[in-house]
Every structure is written in structure tokens, then in C-alpha cells.
């Protein structure tokens, strides 16, 4: 382990608690269903500050605590999950998350003011990206999901990804350090070079979301939300699972529902009309029936259909087939996807994690299914296929309702795409390759409501779907080199203090 210089703030006094205090309270407002932007730029600062002026032992220990508190508070009842469970979970995220601040209370000090104040920013990055890497949830608590509102920072996505953005917001915390010992500008060198890169983000943030774009044809999209007269399970009433006659029924009068409502969105102007996920809901056997209605409906009223579909087997113990079908005014099916990444617990196949596309009037179209937007690969692969017009049919649940439907917004972004995501419960939402916001129903608030939106239809490559995690790549880099320097100054300090050594030292 890196030995500890000591610190001049070193305090068993109890300001430091004081700071913990403020900052443990922030933490539980800086991501989840209730967190705030202004508080998720200052938990970091504080808790920082906190974990700079306590021994590193027992400000590693505190800061675990107050993580693995936080990450109870900010998400529980968003994740379906026993409390003793997401407890134990909780636990192991609070260790994982005060990593960084203990990484940064053992090296900042050797590296100099601006390479110093680059290992939390680093480490968080480099934390955020292995987990996201290894966890069944994706990205979810990303702290960058967080900054969606900061409009100009989160074009920042565009770029970088998400991982940009969280560093941002850490190295905000690690520069503001120095303000407690002096508010010169010249002892703040950290300080300055965060705002130089910040003021930079932000004006490429201001060039990228504000700068008049050429006319671009537009298409008129409907998506379609759950009904408050349908089942979230298409065989309710029924006695049996072998009374296939009940099933077919109830399978029929769930789609004449759906039918009727995608009646209505082609006679308001739709051209691509989107069901949510699993709005289709059948036996094996009745799929050739729902393909043959569905065909002559898109012909009848020329549009292109996403219809979410749930297929069920007709093995009790078999998997079901979650996917969405893809339908053009021809009146022909010309692709289904099965959704390639299933909730952890979803009883259901897994796809192949290819996204396909259709080339149509409006431009190409792709397609993925709700929890596959929580993983940027799948939103990059969409990109790189020249995707125009990425929709997403979904269902939510109000826990997590605007929260889960607010972070497909960035996969648009990342990918330079419009997007439309159709929630059966929760939110339906439409974005631009901008992130600008072209409509939206929160299901719970309006159930059964179509949203319509006007989607551009140019995609652009953008440099993350170019590049993809190299900036988070690059940070896990960096941290490794601003360690090792940190190791390589404690050696040197030590040889310097070794007997006999003084003589080299003064030489040098």
C-alpha cells in the first residue's frame, strides 16, 4: 500500500463529521428516482473533503458506510428486490464506491496539484465502467443518468459516452479540495484546469444541441401505451393453461384493443406506429393468426408496424419469447427481434444481440426491446448499421417510472439517432439525436394514451459510436499510471529518509 504523507488538515475534530454529515445527506439525493443534479455535483466534494481530513483507515471505513447507506436510500423500491437482499447488495456497492475516495487519499497528495486531483475522477470512471461491464443491470446508476437535465453537459455523450460525464462531475469534487486551503487562483491549479475542461464541454455542449441543423424530413410516429381495460397477462380468466380455446379468445380481444388504437394513430397522420413490449400476448400456436391480422393491417393502412409480442410455449417450463415484429405497408413481416438481454429473473429466450434494420421511406429503422436500451452496445451496434430512427418498445413499472424511460435518451445521443420508446407502464418517450425532447406520457398519469412525435430522420456517426468506451478505457489507463507514480514518489521519500542517503539526495 502506498504510504500517507501527512496532511495538514488532519482533524479528529468535529468539522470533518460535520462535512460527513452534509455530504452522506446529498449521496442519498445524487442518483436513483429522487436524486438531484445540484446534489449529485456536491456528495462528492464533501465526502471528499471528509475522507482528506480523517486517517485513511477509518475515513474508508466511514465512507463505505455512508455509500452502502446511500445506495439503499437512492434506488430501493426501484429494483425488485427482497430488502434483505438489496441490502447485502448495498453493502458491497458502499466498499466498491469509497474505492475511489481511499485511491485518492493515498496518491493525490504525491502527484502534484493537477495530475493529483485526476485519480478520484479516474477511479470513479474506471468503477463505473467495470461494473458496468460485469453487473446483470447494465448502466443503471450511472451518475451520468443523473445530469440529463443539464442539457449542455449531457451532449457531452455524444463523445465520450457516458463516462465523460461523471468524470466531470468527480473531478469537480477532487479540484474544489484546494478552495480549503487557499482561494488563490495560483494555489488552485487544479481548480483552473477543471474549469477550462468544463467551460470546454459545455461550449461544445451549446455548439452541438443549438446550432441550427439543415431541414430534415421528418416522420410521424405513434406509440402505443397499455390500456387500463387490458390485463398486464392475456390468459387471465381463463381456468386452465390447456383451455387453448379461452386463450385464443382472450389473445383476440387484446389485439382487436390494439388494433383499434392503431387504427386511430394511422388516420392521425402516424407513418410508423409502435406497440410496447409484450402487447401481443399469445400461445404458440396462435402467432400465424396474430402475422396474417397484422399484415393486412399495415397494407390496409400503409404503414410500418413494431408490434411488442409476447409468444408463450406450449412447454410449461420452457422460456417464453419476448420480441418485437416488424411490419411494412407491403403487408409483409420483415424481421422480428427477440430481445437479447433479458431482466435478471425474466423468464425468457435470449436473442442473439444483433440489431437489425429495415430501410424504408422515412429512413432506416432498428429496432431493440426496453431493458437492451440500458446497455450502450446495443444503441452503439445501431449506430454503426446506420440507424436513423431507433424504437423501443418497453414496459416499466411506477417505481422506476420516469427514471428507466429518461435514460434512453442518451442512447441517442451516444448514437446520433432519433428514438422512440413506446411503454406499456411507465414512459413513452421521443427524442431527437440531440436529446431534445419531441413528446412523452407517463402511462400511470394518462394510461392507454398514443403519444405521437414528429422524429427527424438523418442519423450522423458520432464519435462514441466511432470510438465507443475508449475514454472510459483511457481513464482506467490514466488511473494506473497516476498509481504508480503515486508508488514510485513513496519509494523515493523513503529513499531519501533512508541512512547515508542524504548525500544523493542533496546531488540530486
Known amino acids: 500500500m502506498v504510504a500517507t504523507p501527512p496532511l495538514k488538515t488532519l482533524s479528529s475534530g468535529p468539522m470533518r463529521w460535520v462535512i460527513l454529515a452534509l455530504g452522506a445527506a446529498a449521496l442519498c439525493f445524487s442518483n436513483g428516482v429522487h436524486a438531484s443534479v445540484v446534489a449529485a455535483w456536491v456528495a462528492p466534494a464533501l465526502i471528499l473533503r471528509f475522507v482528506m481530513m480523517s486517517p485513511a483507515r477509518s475515513g474508508f471505513a466511514a465512507t463505505a458506510v455512508v455509500c452502502g447507506v446511500a445506495s439503499f436510500v437512492t434506488f430501493r423500491g426501484a429494483i425488485p428486490m427482497p430488502d ?297 451496434k445501431a449506430a454503426q448499421q446506420g440507424v436513423d430512427l431507433l424504437l423501443v418498445p418497453a414496459n416499466d413499472w411506477r417505481a422506476i417510472t420516469p427514471l428507466h424511460g429518461e435514460m434512453t435518451v442518451f442512447r441517442a445521443i451516444e448514437g446520433g439517432f432519433s428514438l422512440v420508446r413506446s411503454a406499456s407502464n411507465g414512459l413513452s418517450i421521443a427524442t431527437d439525436a440531440r436529446g431534445v425532447r419531441l413528446g412523452s406520457n407517463d402511462s400511470f398519469t394518462s394510461p392507454g394514451a398514443i403519444m405521437y412525435a414528429d422524429a427527424p430522420i438523418a442519423g450522423h456517426m458520432t464519435m462514441y459510436a466511432r470510438f465507443g468506451d475508449a475514454f472510459a478505457a483511457l481513464c482506467a489507463l490514466s488511473l494506473a499510471a497516476l498509481m504508480a507514480g503515486a508508488i514510485g514518489s513513496a519509494f523515493r521519500g523513503r529513499a531519501r529518509r533512508a541512512p547515508g542517503s542524504g548525500d544523493g539526495v542533496n546531488a540530486a
Not at 470512471?125 to 458496468?132: G, I, P, Q
Request: contains cysteine; proline residues 7%; glycine residues 10%.
Open 84 to 380: 434483505a437482499e438489496y441490502a447485502v447488495t448495498s453493502v458491497i456497492s458502499g466498499v466498491f464506491g469509497a474505492v475511489p475516495y481511499l485511491l485518492h487519499r493515498l496518491a493525490a497528495a504525491r502527484l502534484g496539484a493537477v495530475p493529483g486531483s485526476l485519480v478520484f475522477p479516474a477511479a470513479n470512471v474506471t468503477l463505473l465502467y467495470v461494473v458496468s461491464l460485469g453487473s446483470p443491470f447494465g448502466t443503471w446508476a450511472n451518475d451520468a443518468y443523473v445530469q440529463l437535465d443539464f442539457l449542455l453537459l449531457s451532449e457531452l455523450a455524444s463523445v465520450t459516452g457516458l463516462w465523460g460525464i461523471p468524470f466531470l462531475v468527480a473531478w469537480f469534487g477532487s479540484a474544489v479540495q484546494g478552495l480549503f486551503e487557499s482561494r488563490a487562483p495560483r494555489a488552485n491549479p487544479a481548480l483552473v484546469a477543471f474549469g477550462a475542461c468544463l467551460l470546454l464541454a459545455l461550449g461544445y455542449g451549446a455548439w452541438a444541441r443549438y446550432t441550427p441543423l439543415p431541414a430534415r424530413q421528418t416522420v410521424r410516429v405513434a406509440a402505443l401505451s397499455n390500456p387500463s381495460t387490458l390485463s398486464d397477462f392475456f390468459f387471465e380468466g381463463c381456468p386452465q393453461r390447456e383451455d387453448i380455446t379461452c386463450r385464443a379468445e382472450k389473445s383476440r380481444t387484446r389485439l382487436d384493443t390494439l388494433f383499434t388504437m392503431s387504427k386511430t394513430a394511422a388516420e392521425n397522420g402516424a407513418r410508423v406506429i409502435v406497440w410496447y413490449e409484450g402487447a401481443a400476448q399469445y400461445d404458440e400456436g396462435f402467432e400465424p393468426e396474430f402475422v396474417t391480422r397484422a399484415e393486412d393491417f399495415t397494407r390496409r393502412h400503409g404503414v410500418h408496424l413494431v408490434a411488442g409480442a409476447l409468444q408463450v410455449p406450449r412447454d410449461p417450463g420452457a422460456r417464453m419469447t419476448n420480441k418485437a415484429m416488424v411490419f411494412t405497408p407491403e403487408g409483409r413481416l420483415a424481421f422480428e427481434y427477440v430481445k437479447s438481454i433479458p431482466v435478471p429473473g425474466e423468464p425468457i429466450v435470449a436473442g442473439n444481440g444483433q440489431v437489425q434494420t429495415l430501410d424504408t421511406p422515412y429512413g432506416r429503422l432498428g429496432v431493440i426491446i426496453c431493458f437492451d436500451a440500458d446497455f450502450p452496445a446495443l444503441g452503439r
